[in-house]
């Protein structure tokens, strides 16, 4: 089955503590992201990736690393996090062809930072 | 750069009544419009698209149509169902990238 994975799916943790929230995909998809969404803002954009080795920031970065050394996973990274980053987070992934490029979405991540 | 502007919930209707959501949106060149689906505790669908103008999406009975001309995407459906409640997205991929920008969110709530 096609499908965006992300784990952990629920996550309650203290300021400072490192933590890792990881992403992968099964349809040989270029183009991954991650997004973070919170009401009254929808989803906003946190990095993106074009492919292995290959990542820029989205609108939100502060706060956050990713890495891409497989075409597959792409694993978001809060080293130090904070209250502020509380929230609902999606990986999503898509083909780079063409003009229309639907994006598959993963189940979400609900991350509290106390 | 790009936004999208989709009007405020919540949104609370019976079962049958007609919905629509309005959204509009400020691009550069020739967008790609979405509309995507959240339903309670899951992770984000598409529910339709469009990717010219004058395009008419279709899914599951409902409809959206790009109207460049009042830079617009608003989503109906002509009878709701219980199962039709959750949140819709708005959302656009500029001609030039796969970043999406959504709107806001709108909660929809159908009472039998």
């Known amino acids: 089955e096609a499908q965006v994975t992300q784990n952990p799916r629920y996550l309650i943790t203290v300021t400072g503590k490192k933590l890792t929230v990881t992403c992968s995909q099964n349809?040989?998809?270029?183009?991954m992201s991650w997004y973070r969404q919170d009401p009254g803002l929808g989803l906003r954009q946190i990095y993106y990736?074009?492919?292995?080795?290959?990542?820029d920031k989205g609108d939100v970065p502060e706060g956050y690393k990713v890495s891409r050394k497989e075409k597959r996973n792409f694993p978001l990274i809060l080293e130090s996090p904070s209250p502020n980053q509380t929230s609902l987070y999606f990986c999503a992934s898509t083909q780079l062809a063409g003009h229309y490029n639907e994006q598959f979405f993963g189940p979400g991540t609900r991350l509290t930072v106390l | 750069g790009n936004s999208v502007t989709q009007m405020e919930g919540p949104v609370t209707l019976s079962e049958e009544a007609f919905l629509t959501i309005n959204c509009t949106y400020t691009a550069t060149g020739y967008p790609s419009l979405f509309w995507y689906v959240q339903y309670p505790g899951e992770g984000l669908q598409l529910l339709l698209k469009?990717?010219?103008?004058?395009d008419k999406g279709s899914n599951k009975g409902f409809e959206a149509t790009y109207r460049k001309e009042t830079t617009s995407f608003h989503l109906e459906k002509g009878s709701v169902q219980v199962s039709d409640s959750a949140v819709y997205f708005c959302a656009l991929s500029g001609s030039n990238d796969y970043k999406l920008s959504f709107g806001a969110g709108t909660t929809v709530t159908v009472r039998a």
């Open positions: 990736s074009m492919n292995v080795e290959v990542t």
């Open positions: 349809m040989n998809h270029e183009y």
């Open positions: 469009a990717t010219k103008a004058d």
